[in-house]
């Protein structure tokens, strides 16, 4: 029978609780603790809180958190010991495999959220900053979006474009550049076609294209 120990407590193997745990999910908790030598050790511990107060070990090892724990790094869990440990050296280190540890306790090794956390309000305030951090969906890669935005605007001859411009202002350039009718044309017989509108051919209008393709949204 595996029994319930107090959710934020991590006694560590001398039983010293100088664990300080960050958050629990339904998959896992993490903490750590200060050693020796600008050391520290990171423990992800596979369980469930039972309750608001309490924590429930999982009896066996969490095999979905070994594909963001990864040996050689990582310690696995085994027989005697049901936990994943590291140590690093160094605050920067710290932070970087924490991040690490409470992104696999939130996704169980996957890519989105799936397991919200509850943190610890007694955690120091950049800690659980890390835990906000590791809930919140990276920001999409516009990298193919504005390479061809710049790529537009010098091809264009816009004065001054570069890669330190940001995604909106790249934009905002790109609308200003004068249309393409033809190309335009093309794409609005298309549209028109593929709706099965009734006459439409390369005589009609730009103007009439393109109120015929507005009427199709209406």
């Known amino acids: ?45 596979p369980g469930v809180p039972s309750s608001e107060s309490e924590f429930t070990p999982s009896p066996a090892p969490a095999g979905e958190l070994t594909t963001a724990l990864t040996r050689p790094s990582w310690k696995q869990p085994d027989a005697e010991q049901n936990r994943f440990s590291i140590v690093v050296i160094g605050e920067k280190a710290l932070r970087e495999q924490l991040a690490v540890a409470l992104r696999a306790a939130c996704t169980a090794g996957g890519e989105s959220v799936a397991f919200i956390p509850v943190v610890n309000p007694a955690a120091p305030e950049w800690a659980r900053h890390l835990v906000i951090a590791a809930t919140t969906p990276a920001p999409a890669d516009d990298t193919a979006e504005r390479t061809a935005l710049i790529a537009k605007l010098r091809a264009a001859k816009v004065k001054g474009v570069n890669s330190r411009w940001g995604t909106p202002a790249l934009r905002a350039a790109a609308a200003k550049l004068p249309v393409d009718e033809a190309a335009e044309r093309t794409a609005l017989i298309a549209t028109l076609r593929a709706a099965n509108a009734k006459g439409v051919n390369s005589r009609w209008g730009t103007p009439a294209l393109r109120a015929a393709v507005a009427k199709l949204s209406s």
């Open 1 to 45: 029978m595996v029994n319930n120990i107090s959710l934020f407590f991590m006694a560590g193997t001398e039983g010293t609780g100088k664990f300080i745990v960050i958050a629990a999910t339904s998959r896992a908790r993490v903490g750590f603790r200060p050693i020796p030598g600008n050391r520290f050790r990171i423990r992800v511990e």
